[in-house]
């Protein structure tokens, strides 16, 4: 149950196998029904109603029908296809909903009390309360600032279809303006169900000059995927460094319990945990997840209950840390190291982007109802206790979460603090697989294995390759860092960087589809934005300690992904350049310039238009072509989710005879493809079977009102007896092959004249070949036609692009993961040939 759309297969042409079935069959040339003047048909809901057909005909007229040879049809009718996510808004709905996203949204920053100000207070000495005081109110008002007004209450509202993240944001504008890189967007995808395109509209000139401008510019458009690939790298990042930072902090307790447990040990029983929980992985979250809920809900009671023991027992005053003066008073007595702490604040709020991100699980009131009433209270209280426990005991800083544990619960406040920070870790691990398969999904990373751990949750997958590098990469931290201290400092720069990115992007929403006032709008970026750059600031001033790691993680998967999305671009732009013409397909005739034999060829290909130039190629390598043919494009729309039923769009291709057709398998970014090849190739058919009658009945129809119109100026107004007006119609109907018509009479007196084509006497010959011709083909076989794509710089190319083409990203093609295998197709029905693009 791999996801991916085929492309390319191994690295040699060669003739894998044929899939024409054995016994005798009989192949009939096109030649012998006249594809180009079938005889005229008229529906049943047509001639049903003769008294409103003069009405019926003229509004239908005004319709203009489309073009036979490129009509578009949604054929897909298959009962229990699925939709988007049915999310039921009762009550008792939303509050367990609600009760979930503790287990899957709030792992991440539920941990960090465990690790924020041992943070801070490594780089600030505690002098006097006002140093505790002061930094306390900067986590507070760290928190409600970022994840409560911005996340909670604005950036939640910014979801696409319920979906959440980076890329849901870069797929919305993606709908509302062409900026998408890749130049295979069609009209008719906005007619899918879930497209749900609002325009801009005139009044506001102002977005539809923000749509110009970002349509016409191409700068712009890289500019704008360049920014959502180093967020979505960021995201990345924190898959590794969270599962370190959390483990680490809650293992770190025992250095204060156990004799002789060093730093060696620390780091030896970390690495044992992220073995463990990355080792897990491929079982997938769902078999584990019904313990995810209950132990976070048992850990954010664990924090407030702490929290008011130590505030009624140690100072009640550490409520004074609301005022926030004290964060003046906190910056004019440390100055310079005050700056460098305010790094740690940042920690308080990991995670914030995960309740954006994991939105299409859930939904918005469930996610806000679980921060406001049941993660914001527990986080305040757990950081006032902990304050109140400073002011009495500043030399605890370092081991601050442990040691204001009550004595007597160490234990198993120990135990529940491990289990939180492994769930936290599957969070972001969780997290870093959709961000991978969003980008493969939008071609901006390579192809690999996706496998899908839950037959019921579409979200839940498992890939192998991310997963173990995760992993090496946890290993790798934790035995070089060796102290929560040190990773604390490279954790900051990633997350800041990814609320960054996601304020730009929301920002964009609103002028652009919101259509928010200009002051308003400006108002957000300002806000929100200036208050991210200082936190950006203070992390970067890091950078020697550690804070360069994260920016190398995203730095390196931001190479990664815009090398495939810029060699996967220019490898489709040269298809678009080398697409055969069709007068060459008309010079060549229906048998194509060689043998057709019985059996349907589905053609692989990422062209949405126009004919692929490597069907030159398979005619000019194999000595016999399939005498059906179909172009299929696995093609990601920028929508979470396209309707089963409005999956394929089918066109044909040349006239009749020639028997090739083009369907569009179009899918979301969150679609899972599970179909494997025998049912793919069921729906294919019963999607082209339904094209075909679609397809007669529109060509029926559309002839018959042209012919109804050349009858149009012949209807007369009767005045005159019935025998006289009879007379007057005889030599008319005979000047228009009269023996075969009929006449009606309408309300008032107007009689029209039917030619008699426009009654149906049974189905289309011609319909009724072209299904034969399908099913004679269909029973003979399936053939998968792959090309493999070699792709090359021109010679004349800078070297740089030489340097990225012919090196890098020959070199992520070579080892992704191939057509063959992501469609598990037999390997007796693959014929391969190789094509070199030149870029």
């Not at 204001?404 to 939180?420: E, H, R, Y």
């Not at 059906?628 to 999956?647: A, C, D, L």
């Not at 969150?670 to 999607?687: G, P």
């Not at 093609?813 to 693009?837: D, E, F, L, S, W």
Request: charged fraction near 20%; hydrophobic fraction near 45%.
């Amino acid at each position: 149950m791999d996801d991916d759309g085929i492309e390319d297969g191994s690295n040699s042409a060669r003739f894998a196998g044929s899939s024409v079935g054995g016994g005798e069959f009989r192949w009939v040339d096109g030649s012998e029904v006249d594809s180009e003047s079938p005889p005229w048909s008229l529906d049943e809901d047509v001639s049903g109603n003769k008294e409103d057909y003069g009405s019926s005909i003229r509004r239908r007229l005004i319709k203009k029908p489309k073009r036979l040879d490129s009509l578009d049809v949604e054929a897909m009718e298959i009962a229990g296809s699925y939709g988007h996510h049915n999310k039921d808004d009762s009550t008792w709905r939303t509050l367990a909903l609600a009760f979930q996203t503790l287990g899957v949204v709030y792992g991440d920053m539920g941990t960090s009390p465990l690790y924020v100000f041992s943070d801070v207070f490594s780089k600030v000495n505690i002098k006097s309360d006002v140093d505790v005081l002061g930094a306390l109110s900067l986590v507070i008002y760290t928190i409600a600032v970022i994840p409560l007004i911005k996340y909670v209450f604005i950036v939640l509202k910014a979801n696409d279809s319920g979906e959440g993240g980076t890329f849901a944001l870069y797929s919305l504008i993606c709908r509302y303006a062409n900026v998408n890189l890749l130049p295979n967007r069609q009209p008719a995808d906005e007619q899918i169900s879930s497209f749900k395109l609002k325009l801009p509209t005139p009044e506001l000139q102002r977005s539809l000059n923000i749509k110009e401008v970002l349509e016409q510019n191409s700068s712009l458009k890289t500019l704008l995927l360049l920014l959502v690939l180093m967020g979505t790298s960021m995201i990345i990042g924190d898959g590794i460094l969270t599962p370190a930072i959390s483990v680490m902090s809650a293992v770190s307790g025992l250095q204060g319990e156990i004799p002789g447990f060093d730093t060696n040990a620390l780091v030896m029983v970390s690495i044992i945990i992220l073995v463990g929980l990355f080792s897990i992985q491929r079982f997938g979250t769902s078999k584990v997840g019904l313990t995810f809920a209950p132990a976070l809900a048992l850990w954010f009671f664990s924090l407030g209950a702490i929290g008011i023991y130590n505030i009624f027992k140690y100072d009640t005053s550490v409520v004074r840390a609301i005022n926030p003066v004290y964060i003046y008073f906190f910056f004019k007595n440390n100055s310079g190291k005050a700056w460098s702490a305010l790094g740690g604040c940042v920690l308080c709020i990991t995670g914030a982007e995960a309740m954006f991100a994991d939105l299409g699980h859930f939904s918005v009131p469930s996610i806000q109802i679980a921060f406001t009433f049941v993660v914001f209270p527990c986080l305040l209280l757990a950081y006032m206790g902990q304050g109140a426990y400073l002011m009495n005991y500043p030399n605890s800083a370092n081991r601050i979460f442990y040691d204001s544990v009550p004595d007597g619960l160490f234990w198993p406040v120990f135990v529940i603090a491990t289990v939180a920070a492994v769930i936290a870790s599957q969070a972001m691990i969780s997290a870093s697989f959709s961000c991978v398969k969003q980008s493969m999904s939008l071609g901006c990373f390579p192809r690999l294995k996706i496998v899908h751990t839950s037959r019921r949750l579409m979200g839940q997958i498992y890939i192998p390759v991310i997963n173990w590098f995760l992993m090496i990469m946890c290993i790798l931290v934790v035995a070089t860092f060796r102290s929560t201290t040190d990773i604390a400092n490279a954790y900051g720069i990633a997350e800041v960087g990814v609320m960054i990115v996601s304020t730009a992007l929301v920002t964009l929403v609103m002028l652009l589809i919101w259509q928010t006032n200009l002051f308003l709008a400006l108002c957000f970026p300002l806000v929100f934005g200036s208050i991210e750059l200082l936190y950006m600031s203070a992390v970067l001033s890091k950078i020697m300690e550690g804070g360069w790691l994260p920016l190398a993680f995203a730095s390196c998967f931001l190479c990664v992904m815009y090398t495939w999305n810029y060699g996967s671009v220019l490898k489709y732009r040269s298809e678009v350049k080398e697409k055969i013409s069709m007068d060459f397909m008309y010079e060549l005739g229906s048998t194509l310039g060689t043998v057709r034999i019985p059996g349907i060829g589905l053609l692989y290909t990422e062209l949405v238009q126009g004919i692929p130039s490597i069907l030159g190629q398979f005619l000019l390598d194999l000595p016999a072509i399939h005498s059906t043919i179909v172009f299929v494009s696995i093609k990601y729309v920028p929508v979470p989710v396209v309707p089963q039923e409005e999956r394929f769009l089918f066109r044909r291709i040349c006239p009749k005879d020639y028997h090739m057709f083009r369907c569009v398998a179009r899918y979301g970014y969150k679609d899972v493809r599970k179909e494997d090849h025998h049912a793919f190739e069921q729906l294919l058919v019963e999607s082209l079977e339904k094209f075909l009658r679609k397809e007669a009945h529109e060509y029926d129809l559309e002839s018959s009102l042209i012919e109804v119109d050349q009858y149009d100026s012949i209807s007369v107004k009767s005045r005159e007896p019935a025998d006289t007006l009879e007379e007057l119609t005889i030599p008319l109907m005979h000047d228009h092959n009269s023996e075969n018509a009929e006449t009606t009479t309408t309300e008032g007196g107007i009689v029209e004249l039917l030619p008699s084509s426009s009654i149906p006497e049974g189905e289309d010959p011609s319909l009724e070949y072209e299904l034969s011709a399908l099913w004679e083909a269909t029973n003979s076989g399936f053939t998968y036609l792959l090309g493999h794509g070699d792709v090359r710089a021109k010679k004349n190319s800078l070297f740089i692009k030489k340097l990225v083409i012919n090196y890098f990203y020959a070199f992520l093609r070579r080892n992704c993961r191939g057509g063959a295998a992501v469609m598990r197709v037999p390997h007796m029905n693959i014929i391969q040939v190789g094509k070199t693009y030149m870029v």
